[in-house]
């Protein structure tokens, strides 16, 4: 009697124990809505409600807040407003890490080096060199404030050499066209209208920067609700079988989302490698990404993580 007694008190404190584990799963999935540069996944998931056929099953709402900052949305994780950020750049995903932001990568979003641009009118700047004591906008804290310092470090220039303001993408392009600035950092749709307003591209980040996108999430999240993560990886491949499966379909949704023409669309869209599958040469990528932002003041030395080790989480390998 009593090896029974002992035997149910086991099985009952086991029981206990895995239930405690299982977190119950949340009312509402907070995802980031980020459609630029040409974000075509996002913009195809959200306009076929993806992610409401599979999470409405399960009773779980979704929500999409429009954050395309890197920095806000790691703030947005930090303070537990999201549950994944869906585009976020690689460079502010290790900023937060180092940070001590509990932030982990899921996937791979996009890799993207073509598509981030230094862009100027036809009368503007002719080379990098020429860039000192110019007038320089764009989102900082950003893929693009990368490929500013690494375009300015491989003249011998540093951002101290020029006067360097912090502007969304579209406030910088229509500066840019007024004249009110020298360059603009742009990617995407913007980088589009400076070309057609008779702009030019100075560089682009191919051959500068390896920009790793990725799709990250709260390590909260993660470990407490493993399946939704599966979940949410499932329907971001479902996102990317539509695109695959109906092309002309998925541009023309993308095309109507960023308000451009379907030729615009198509020269974009090979700029960029939406594999979501983490890969080594993604983890050195992201090394050389963090050493680059030691090297250039963006990160001190001591705060350095281990990519593979602090910020990847396993399932990122996995993400077919």
């Known amino acids: 009697m009593k ?3 002992r035997l149910a008190l086991a099985a009952a404190f086991v029981a206990g124990t895995l239930s405690s584990a299982l977190a119950a799963d949340p009312e509402t999935l907070r995802v980031t809505y980020v459609t630029a540069p040409f974000n075509v996944p996002s913009i195809v998931e959200k306009h076929e409600g993806i ?40 460079a502010s995903a290790i900023l ?32 990098l060199a020429d860039l000192k004591g110019k007038k320089i906008a764009g989102p900082k804290g950003t893929t ?8 300015l470090a491989s003249t011998g220039l540093t951002i101290n050499d020029v006067d360097y303001i912090n ?11 007024s004249g009110d600035i020298d360059v603009a950092t742009l990617a995407g749709n913007n980088a589009i209208a400076v070309e057609k307003a008779g702009g030019k591209t100075l560089v682009t980040g191919d051959g500068l920067i390896h920009p790793t996108t990725v799709i990250a999430a709260s390590g909260t999240f993660i470990d407490a609700h493993p399946d939704l993560v599966d979940a949410y990886l499932a329907a971001h491949r479902t996102s990317l079988d539509f695109m695959a499966e109906r092309p002309d379909e998925a541009l023309k949704i993308a095309a109507d989302e960023q308000k451009i023409s379907i030729d615009d669309a198509k020269a974009q869209l090979p700029l960029y490698d939406f594999t ?17 932002m030691i ?19 396993p399932v990122a390998f996995a993400a077919k």
């Open 51 to 90: 992610l409401e056929a599979d999470f409405g099953a399960r009773g779980i709402k979704i929500e999409r807040p429009e954050i395309t900052s890197g920095a806000k949305q790691t703030e947005a994780i930090a303070a537990g407003a999201i549950d994944v950020a869906s585009v976020l750049g690689g």
């Open 96 to 127: 937060a890490k180092a940070n001590g932001v509990d932030v982990r990568i899921i996937a791979v979003y996009s890799r993207s080096p073509k598509a981030f641009a230094l862009m100027t009118r036809a009368d503007g700047p002719a080379t």
């Open 144 to 151: 693009l404030h990368q490929l500013l310092a690494a375009a």
């Open 167 to 177: 502007m969304d993408l579209p406030a910088a392009r229509a500066a840019l066209i």
């Open 3 to 5: 090896s029974f007694t």
């Open 295 to 313: 090297d250039n003041g963006m990160l001190p030395k001591d705060r350095a993580i281990d990519i593979r080790k602090d910020l990847v989480a």
């Open 276 to 292: 979501p599958t983490l890969t080594d040469a993604d983890i050195a990528n992201l090394q050389a990404d963090q050493t680059f």
